[in-house]
């Protein structure tokens, strides 16, 4: 059966009034395959969005669709006093079988949500009122979930936060250096080993669980076109226990730095204040209610822990011969632990500025 074939057979399966009228790839997500099914439904065309699971990485897709359902569940009842609640979280749509998501013949998963209209998503972020609208929304989105009734979330991918065996993952990759290229990541290397108390500042903080996005790039939320607001956070695989600080450190990573994950001028690489600034305004000023006073303590040390993370990660997968992360070229994976470094780098000459403003504001949020 051919690519096409499978895909609309999969959009079909799906509990949807209506005939099939058009299927497209949809979004950049380099993860699962997305595409944009529209119906014709009495003359009016309805949009759904499609995905097709990549079990790979999430190893068990019914615990994740199950995670899916009760996150999103649980937050429509909290919006259900918002005349736009259905365009504020993602709802799943079952299969003709009432599952909540279908297997295909060749035991690929897929789900389907309806398509959120007049919203859409940015792979960078602009400026500081998209910055503060994004950490405004997965704020919201934390705190709307510190009432998620038990059990706990399933964790679909096992210590996906946990820094310090991230760290044990390095040191085992450089005592193997399997692919003699250890030599080539020298002065990255020496890097990551002088920094490594940095692994354990969040663990050893004794803060309390929280269930978390995990994934908060700029990318996963919808941002609604007249407004600008931050409307729907997306991407819900990662949704599972963790720490706050880990979903606001990624921001930091993700948001404040104008130069690409690979930037090969490191000199673009650079933490920029108004950006920081814009995340914790949007941030404090949607989770100051639940938020403990060691969690707002910890927020630029946050942002410190999760980029050393990143770059341990990715300078792993360039010791190990790129298993994970996809590559361009030649040393990719080295040229994104440089990029982490100089953010890091950059982070750590402002961090007292960066600490007195978020101390400011936590003492006040507004």
Same mark, same amino acid.
């Given at each position: 059966? +051919?690519?096409?074939?499978?895909?609309?057979?999969?959009?079909?399966?799906f509990d949807?009034e209506?005939d099939?009228?058009?299927?497209?790839?949809?979004?950049?997500?380099h993860?699962?395959d997305?595409?944009?099914?529209?119906?014709?439904?009495?003359?009016a065309?309805t949009r759904f969005?499609?995905?097709?699971?990549?079990?790979?990485i999430?190893? @068990?897709?019914?615990?994740?669709?199950?995670?899916? %359902?009760r996150?999103?569940?649980?937050v429509a009842?909290?919006?259900?006093?918002?005349?736009?609640?259905?365009?504020r979280?993602?709802?799943?749509?079952?299969?003709?079988?009432?599952?909540?998501? %279908?297997?295909d013949? !060749?035991?690929?998963f897929w789900?389907?949500?309806?398509?959120?209209?007049?919203a859409?998503?940015?792979?960078?972020?602009?400026?500081p009122?998209?910055a503060? @609208?994004?950490?405004?929304?997965?704020?919201?989105f @934390?705190?709307?979930?510190?009432?998620?009734?038990?059990p706990?979330?399933?964790?679909?991918?096992?210590?996906?936060h946990?820094?310090?065996?991230?760290?044990?993952?390095?040191?085992?990759?450089?005592?193997?250096?399997p692919c003699?290229?250890?030599?080539?990541?020298?002065?990255?290397?020496?890097?990551?080993? !002088?920094? @490594?108390?940095?692994? +354990?500042?969040l663990?050893?903080a004794?803060?309390?669980?929280r269930?978390?996005?995990?994934?908060?790039k700029?990318?996963?939320?919808?941002l609604?076109?007249?407004s600008?607001?931050?409307?729907?956070?997306?991407?819900l695989?990662?949704v599972?226990?963790?720490l706050?600080?880990?979903?606001f450190?990624?921001m930091?990573?993700?948001?404040?730095?104008?130069?690409? !994950?690979?930037e090969l001028?490191? +000199?673009k690489?650079?933490?920029?204040?108004p950006m920081?600034?814009a995340?914790?305004?949007?941030?404090?000023?949607?989770?100051?209610?639940?938020?403990?006073a060691?969690e707002?303590?910890?927020?630029v040390?946050?942002g410190?822990?999760?980029?050393?993370?990143?770059?341990?990660?990715f300078?792993?997968?360039?010791?190990?011969?790129?298993p994970?992360?996809?590559?361009?070229?030649?040393?990719?994976?080295l040229d994104?632990?440089?990029?982490?470094?100089?953010l890091?780098?950059s982070?750590? !000459?402002?961090?007292?500025?960066?600490?007195?403003?978020?101390?400011?504001i936590?003492? +006040?949020?507004?």
């Amino acid at each position: 059966m +051919s690519v096409s074939a499978v895909v609309h057979e999969a959009a079909r399966s799906f509990d949807i009034e209506g005939d099939l009228v058009s299927i497209e790839r949809y979004g950049s997500g380099h993860i699962n395959d997305s595409y944009c099914a529209a119906f014709d439904r009495g003359g009016a065309t309805t949009r759904f969005l499609m995905q097709r699971i990549n079990h790979r990485i999430f190893k @068990q897709p019914l615990l994740l669709m199950e995670n899916i %359902h009760r996150v999103t569940t649980h937050v429509a009842e909290q919006l259900s006093d918002d005349p736009d609640s259905d365009r504020r979280v993602l709802t799943l749509i079952p299969d003709r079988d009432g599952l909540l998501c %279908h297997v295909d013949r !060749e035991g690929e998963f897929w789900r389907a949500y309806k398509f959120i209209e007049r919203a859409h998503t940015y792979d960078t972020i602009q400026s500081p009122a998209q910055a503060f @609208q994004a950490a405004k929304a997965f704020g919201q989105f @934390q705190r709307m979930l510190v009432t998620l009734p038990a059990p706990r979330l399933h964790e679909t991918i096992p210590d996906f936060h946990n820094t310090p065996k991230r760290l044990e993952a390095f040191l085992r990759a450089l005592g193997a250096d399997p692919c003699n290229r250890a030599a080539e990541a020298r002065d990255e290397i020496a890097y990551a080993l !002088e920094y @490594q108390a940095l692994a +354990s500042i969040l663990t050893d903080a004794d803060l309390p669980e929280r269930t978390i996005h995990a994934d908060t790039k700029i990318n996963n939320v919808l941002l609604d076109d007249a407004s600008g607001e931050g409307l729907c956070v997306i991407d819900l695989d990662t949704v599972m226990p963790g720490l706050s600080l880990h979903d606001f450190g990624d921001m930091v990573r993700t948001a404040t730095s104008p130069a690409a !994950e690979d930037e090969l001028n490191l +000199s673009k690489v650079r933490m920029q204040m108004p950006m920081f600034e814009a995340l914790v305004r949007g941030y404090l000023g949607s989770t100051a209610d639940f938020l403990s006073a060691g969690e707002k303590t910890l927020l630029v040390d946050a942002g410190k822990l999760i980029t050393y993370e990143q770059a341990l990660r990715f300078l792993t997968d360039f010791i190990l011969g790129d298993p994970y992360y996809k590559i361009a070229r030649e040393k990719h994976n080295l040229d994104r632990t440089r990029t982490q470094i100089a953010l890091l780098k950059s982070i750590n !000459e402002q961090e007292d500025a960066m600490q007195r403003f978020v101390d400011r504001i936590a003492a +006040s949020p507004s």
